[in-house]
């Protein structure tokens, strides 16, 4: 961490300017450049492009055996901390019936949702050029309970998410399918830190920037088989060492050595992949003729990230608008002090939201309470009109 000031928005060099910039890509390369070794990954069936690769009935068999549970999990907490960033579980998911089934409900979902009001935002790539589902736990629970228990019923899951998360963690789930043609997504990094803006990081200390990746992981289990042609999500092993990655991730020199140096894992129809959302990637280019590419993309939070005390943040910021409007009329407050006060009051955060309802259009992430409360205030619109948009975000992101 010494090598990235700790006061806010000191890395403003990283994004403003190039300095430094050959410094950090060389020590981002020494970092990419290492090798998995079998010793550091005694459990694994086989190595593929540095990526360690398990057999999921030797995973499965592991689970009930406390001892042998453990030092499993301790080697994917290694893998995902220390090492490569991310592992693959071949036959991940056993039940290919099960599968199978999930797989009909979600392309019955998808064809539900283009028939109606869809076309929402994506995080990643072109709006509407792929099929998305949103919240597709939820979804497909409601679709067919008994497929959702035997589907999340797996071991491997259960196991993944615990080496990384401990216990109590929170399960959500996104289903994309790349269609033929389906071009690749931008290398990116994952949430938290990965989905805001490269000047939005800069709010965020150092440590912040360490700790953003401990408190999510990435999952993604196949639901057809995937060869090259198909686009395998393409992964740079080690990349989530780079402590400054959330701000190099998105500029010409890093993007052009992940497009040099990424490799990829074909996947068949029930295998896994997990990675440590500061891991650099991005879904690969689908440059087949007839390979519908699903996937079903965990997305498992830490049970950390929850505040002590609910707050009707909605009813503060109406209570304070014309507070603050009147306060910025007459210069008895500052556009930074009615900063802070917003910053004390209202919802600061795009997530959770329904994502259906509430796309990150325009951006990464949609538009939240905060936001509302600036664009208002700097507007001069009314309180009645500041208190509709709030309750129709609020609408918005009920499920």
């Known amino acids: 961490m010494d090598d ?25 390369k020494a970092q990419v450049e290492q090798t998995t070794s079998s010793q550091d990954v005694p459990h694994a069936q086989s190595i593929l492009h540095n990526v360690p690769v398990y057999d999921g009935e030797a995973v499965r068999k592991l689970a009930p055996d406390t001892k042998k549970r453990r030092a499993l999990l301790a080697e994917w907490t290694d893998v995902l901390a220390k090492g490569a960033g991310v592992f693959a579980i071949r036959n991940g998911m056993d039940n290919i019936a099960v599968l199978d089934e999930a797989t009909s409900i979600f392309s019955q979902i998808i064809e539900a949702e283009k028939s109606g009001a869809g076309g929402g935002g994506d995080h990643f790539a072109k709006a509407g050029a792929n099929d998305r589902i949103w919240n597709a736990l939820e979804k497909h629970c409601q679709a067919n309970a008994h497929n ?191 900063r802070n006060v917003i910053a004390a009051s209202a919802e600061g955060y795009s997530f959770p939201t329904n994502l259906d309802r509430d796309p990150p259009i325009g951006g990464l992430a949609p538009k939240t309470q905060a936001q509302f409360m600036q664009d208002g205030l700097a507007a001069g619109i009314p309180e009645a009109e500041l208190s509709d948009q709030l309750e129709q975000l609020r609408l918005r992101q009920q499920s």
């Not at 033929?180 to 290398?187: F, I, R, S, T």
């Not at 879904?283 to 049970?303: P, T, V």
């Open 4 to 28: 990235f000031k700790t006061q806010s928005g000191i890395a403003s060099w990283l994004y403003e300017a190039d300095m430094g910039q050959d410094d950090l890509l060389t020590r981002f």
């Open 148 to 338: 959702f228990a035997h589907y999340y019923s797996n071991d491997t899951i259960a196991m993944a998410a615990e080496a990384w998360l401990g216990r109590g963690y929170q399960m959500t789930a996104q289903v994309n399918r790349v269609n033929p043609g389906g071009e690749a997504q931008k290398p990116h990094r994952d949430y938290h830190l990965g989905f805001m803006q490269a000047d939005q990081t800069l709010a965020f200390p150092a440590h912040a920037h360490a700790l953003s990746a401990s408190l999510t992981l990435q999952g993604a289990i196949a639901h057809c088989d995937m060869p090259i042609e198909s686009g395998p999500t393409q992964l740079l092993p080690f990349s989530q060492h780079l402590l400054e990655g959330y701000l190099a991730v998105g500029k010409p020199a890093f993007q052009t050595y992940f497009a040099e140096h990424y490799v990829q894992i074909p996947l068949q129809k029930g295998d896994m992949v997990f990675f440590n959302p500061a891991l650099m990637h991005a879904a690969g280019s689908n440059i087949s003729s007839d390979i519908y590419r699903m996937a079903n993309l965990l997305q498992i939070s830490s049970a950390f990230g929850r505040a002590m005390e609910t707050v009707n943040r909605q009813k503060l910021c109406v209570l304070l608008y014309s507070v603050l409007a009147q306060a910025k009329s007459d210069h008895t407050l500052s556009d930074l002090a009615i």
